[in-house]
């Protein structure tokens, strides 16, 4: 649709920066991210995350709320590039779930214990 109704205080202005487009993807992602660590999960500082599709949009959002909320994160990615973004981008370690067993990974990061949440929000 070119134009929608909608009250003023549901919207948010598109930066100049931004298409159309990508303005529409930032709630989407983010959001998503959000409501699954928060109001789902309920995220508390020190826990762990294991944050699966880590390279994706939602993946790389929930990276990032994982380390402002104050726990920490292992991704699984289909490949070594997903994996480095979504480490530059707080994650502590990454597994490609192509080559190695990232449940194997999961209890060698956490110690034996295994990971507080797990985030799989994959298709």
């Not at 998503?32 to 599709?53: K, N, Y």
Request: aromatic residues 4%.
């Amino acid at each position: 649709a070119e134009y929608v109704a909608a009250d003023a205080g549901h919207v948010l202005p598109v930066p100049a920066s931004l298409s159309l487009p990508a303005a529409a993807a930032v709630p989407e992602v983010w959001l998503t991210a959000f409501q699954l660590l928060h109001l789902v999960a309920g995220i508390e500082p020190g826990q762990s995350v294991l944050v699966h599709a880590g390279g994706s949009g939602v993946g790389t959002a929930a990276v990032q709320l994982v380390k402002l909320a104050g726990g920490r994160s292992m991704v699984t990615a289909g490949s070594q590039q997903k994996i480095d973004t979504a480490l530059s981008l707080g994650a502590e370690r990454g597994v490609n779930y192509k080559k190695d067993d990232f449940a194997t990974a999961v209890m060698e990061w956490t110690g034996g214990k295994g990971v507080d949440i797990i985030l799989d929000c994959v298709g």
